[in-house]
């Protein structure tokens, strides 16, 4: 079993930044993949970015303005977002999966208006 709890959401304006952690508990050596999804109202959940010991991977559509990362010391990984634009108003997920299984956070809500 692995909690895994969300933080650092908000409301920034077009351009701004914000960063959200995810703190995991749990069965935490077994965790094989980290990352964010988010899913906006009407749509369905997304893949933001994925964090594994073989690489990193993002969605296209933030690539070069998001940037995960992951301390395995503090057990938490982090998502730093640049740029923002009003198409990431989102609620984002922090995401683990053990083998097959996954497991979700409780969603933090990131609104980018002016």
């Known amino acids: 079993q692995v909690q895994l709890v969300e933080s650092g959401g908000g409301l920034v304006q077009p351009g701004g930044s914000l960063r959200l952690s995810c703190a995991a508990s749990?069965?935490?050596?077994?965790?094989?993949?980290m990352g964010w999804y988010r899913q906006a109202p009407g749509k369905q959940r997304e893949l933001v970015a994925t964090?594994?010991?073989?690489?990193?991977n993002y969605a296209d559509s933030v690539k070069g303005r998001f940037t995960i990362s992951r301390d395995n010391a503090k057990n938490t990984v982090d998502l730093q977002m640049n740029s923002l634009k009003p198409e990431d108003t989102a609620v984002y997920y922090c995401?683990?999966?053990?083998?097959?299984?996954?497991?979700w956070g409780q969603g933090t809500q990131v609104s980018v208006s002016s």
């Open positions: 964090i594994t010991s073989g690489g990193i």
């Open positions: 995401y683990a999966r053990i083998r097959t299984r996954a497991y």
């Open positions: 749990g069965s935490i050596f077994s965790i094989n993949v």
